[in-house]
Nanobody, 123 residues
Framework: QVQLVESGGGLVQAGGSLRLSCAAS???????MGWFRQAPGSEREFVAA????????YYADSVKGRFTISRDNAKNTMYLQMNSLKPEDTAVYYCTAKVQPYGLLSQYVYNHWGQGTQVTVSS
């Protein structure tokens, strides 16, 4: 079992940057990991994912070119660097992990979730 704790959220002006971190209580090497987000009144949506080795990354079209996902398995930590933030990026961001070797973009496959961290982008 792995427990996940996000940090790094906050309030930022449009065009600014934030770096989210996700610290795991156990080893992350055997897990694909990802970030999802949920805005008020909206469904939870995929943001980015990274395979267990870190060799492959995937992004939602809405964040491609602005966000970068990375991981450090030696530190059992995953990151999301968010640049050129927009008001529509405002949401609670969730860190997640899974052992299944499929469904990288589907929230229904992930079986470990953090508590979420709020990101608010003002215009």
């Amino acid at each position: 079992q792995v427990q996940l704790v996000e940090s790094g959220g906050g309030l930022v002006q449009a065009g600014g940057s934030l770096r989210l971190s996700c610290a795991a209580s156990g080893r992350t090497l055997g897990y694909d990991m990802g970030w999802f987000r949920q805005a008020p009144g909206s469904e939870r949506e995929f943001v980015a994912a990274i395979t267990r080795s870190g060799g492959n990354t995937y992004y939602a079209d809405s964040v491609k070119g602005r966000f970068t996902i990375s991981r450090d398995n030696a530190k059992n930590t995953m990151y999301l660097q968010m640049n050129s933030l927009k008001p529509e990026d405002t949401a609670v961001y969730y860190c997640t992990a899974k052992v299944q070797p499929y469904g990288l973009l589907s929230q229904y496959v992930y079986n470990h979730w953090g508590q979420g961290t709020q990101v608010t982008v003002s215009s």
